[in-house]
């Protein structure tokens, strides 16, 4: 997947951008799935602006329901993201919170699920570091979220915290969060508005590369 994320990127970007692939697990409504964070330095706003017939091509090929393309802004650049969202005619910017913990993601990820049980947990990305470290990251769609302090109580006892960061997401994807046809329907228009084939398109759905 992340190799065929960073061709398709170059295929749409014209360069092969630098990267920061990382794996970890997505919880969300209560369940887990396998999940990735790819990180590009966009300077120029070529992979924001072109990349999302890549993504919709990864979201293609591996049946992905949903697949997010996001710029992040530091917490004192509000007004910065803000400009940018509306001048791409994007949703406002969401609050981002990561958190750095000192743990593997194993244990991390287990002592939430002993916490969660029937309670309400909000969602979260869970994501191995190359230090041996784990980021938890939070998208924060509601102010005084205390579901979030509760799920941080939890897990600073197994692993401390080192380091918590804010920020702010602009964001588009490609897909459908709820319904696998309608995603793959999503990801095909995608593809086309951004000059991908019948071919190419028929090649990806096979899970091959154009």
Same mark, same amino acid.
């Given at each position: 997947?992340?190799?065929?994320? =960073?061709?398709?990127?170059?295929?749409?970007?014209?360069?092969?951008? /630098?990267?920061?692939?990382?794996?970890?697990?997505?919880?969300?409504? %209560? !369940?887990?799935?396998?999940?990735?964070? !790819?990180?590009?330095? =966009?300077?120029?706003?070529?992979?924001?602006?072109? %990349?999302?017939?890549?993504?919709?091509?990864?979201?293609?090929?591996?049946?992905? *329901?949903?697949?997010?393309? %996001? /710029?992040?802004? #530091?917490?004192?650049?509000?007004?910065?993201?803000?400009?940018?969202?509306? $001048?791409?005619?994007?949703? #406002?910017?969401?609050?981002?919170?990561?958190?750095?913990?000192?743990?593997?993601?194993?244990e991390i990820l287990g002592s939430i699920?002993?916490?969660?049980?029937?309670? =309400?947990?909000? %969602?979260?990305?869970?994501?191995? !570091?190359?230090?041996?470290? &784990?980021?938890?990251?939070?998208?924060?769609?509601?102010?005084?979220? /205390? /579901?979030?302090? !509760?799920?941080?109580?939890?897990?600073?006892?197994?692993? #401390?915290?080192?380091?918590?960061?804010?920020?702010? $997401?602009? $964001?588009?994807? &490609?897909?459908?969060?709820? =319904?696998?046809?309608?995603?793959?329907?999503?990801?095909?228009?995608?593809?086309?508005?951004?000059?991908?084939? *019948?071919?190419?398109?028929?090649?990806?759905?096979?899970?091959?590369?154009?």
């Amino acid at each position: 997947l992340q190799e065929m994320l =960073d061709e398709q990127l170059e295929r749409n970007t014209g360069k092969r951008p /630098r990267v920061r692939h990382r794996r970890g697990v997505g919880v969300y409504q %209560g !369940s887990t799935e396998a999940t990735s964070l !790819s990180q590009y330095p =966009d300077p120029d706003g070529k992979v924001f602006e072109k %990349g999302l017939g890549a993504i919709a091509a990864v979201g293609l090929a591996f049946r992905q *329901k949903e697949v997010f393309l %996001g /710029r992040e802004f #530091p917490a004192e650049e509000e007004e910065e993201a803000r400009r940018f969202a509306a $001048s791409a005619r994007l949703g #406002p910017p969401v609050p981002v919170m990561a958190v750095k913990l000192d743990g593997p993601p194993e244990e991390i990820l287990g002592s939430i699920r002993r916490y969660a049980g029937f309670r =309400d947990i909000p %969602g979260m990305t869970i994501l191995r !570091s190359d230090d041996g470290t &784990t980021q938890v990251r939070f998208m924060i769609f509601e102010d005084g979220d /205390r /579901r979030i302090l !509760s799920v941080l109580n939890v897990v600073s006892r197994v692993a #401390p915290i080192r380091e918590v960061s804010l920020g702010w $997401s602009v $964001s588009r994807s &490609t897909g459908d969060g709820e =319904d696998l046809a309608a995603a793959i329907s999503n990801h095909r228009d995608n593809l086309r508005e951004h000059g991908y084939n *019948k071919r190419e398109i028929a090649l990806l759905e096979e899970g091959g590369k154009p």
